[in-house]
Structure formats: C-alpha cells, structure tokens
Nanobody, 123 residues
Framework: VQLQASGGGVVQAGESLRLSCAAS????????MGWFRQAPGKEREFVAA????????EYGDSVKGRFTISRDNAKNTAYLQMDSLEPDDTADYFC?????????????????WGRGTLVTVSS
C-alpha cells in the first residue's frame, strides 16, 4: 500500500493550498481517508476525514469552516482544500487510510499512512 501526499508549500496567511493523496495497493473505495498534521514539538492532530463514498465528513475544530476534504474514487485520490490559511496551520500534513465503515478521528484506527507534505504559512 502506498499513500503519496503532495501539494504542500510556502504561502502567506490568508492564502489557499490544495493537498492531494494518491493511493495504490488498496481497495480505495472501501477505506475512510483522513488527513492529520504534526507541527514541530507538537503531537499529531486530526484534521479531517471522509467516508467511503464522500458523503460524510469530519473536521478538527481548528480547521472547521476553512478546510474541505473530498475524494475521487475513480482516481484513487483524496484531497484537502485549505483556505484562509493561518500561521498555526504550519505543519507536516499526512494522509491515512482506515478500513472502518464509520468516519473516525483516532489515528489508531488508520492502518496505512503516507509520508508528510510540508505546509508553511507565513504571517
């Protein structure tokens, strides 16, 4: 199983970025897809997750209303649209896959993890 996250970069506060997570080696449509982030010196934090069909989503409190998670099962790809970025959003962003049927926030529920893509937001 491979999860390849991309789309990170350096932006100014208020700008937007779109992260992508390309998956291979798993039945993509039967996995919850989630995004997590980890800032230097901080614990890993749940960002967002989307159900198998894309109809249900969950967001961390710090990103609710600014970030949007989606997926394209035909392309085996999940996305994280990040708008109104803030310096506190600076972190490594990881995508992960869970075989759970319910949308879950706990990182222990996710079996597969990709490498991070770095997002840096300057003030």
């Amino acid at each position: 199983v491979q999860l390849q996250a991309s789309g990170g970069g350096v932006v100014q506060a208020g700008e937007s970025l779109r992260l992508s997570c390309a998956a291979s080696g798993l039945t993509f449509r039967s996995h919850i897809m989630g995004w997590f982030r980890q800032a230097p010196g901080k614990e890993r934090e749940f960002v967002a997750a989307v159900s198998w069909g894309g109809g249900m989503t969950e967001y961390g409190d710090s990103v609710k209303g600014r970030f949007t998670i989606s997926r394209d099962n035909a392309k085996n790809t999940a996305y994280l649209q990040m708008d109104s970025l803030e310096p506190d959003d600076t972190a490594d962003y990881f995508c992960a896959a869970s075989p759970s049927f319910l949308v879950v926030r706990a990182d222990s529920a996710y079996n597969f993890w990709g490498r991070g893509t770095l997002v840096t937001v300057s003030s």
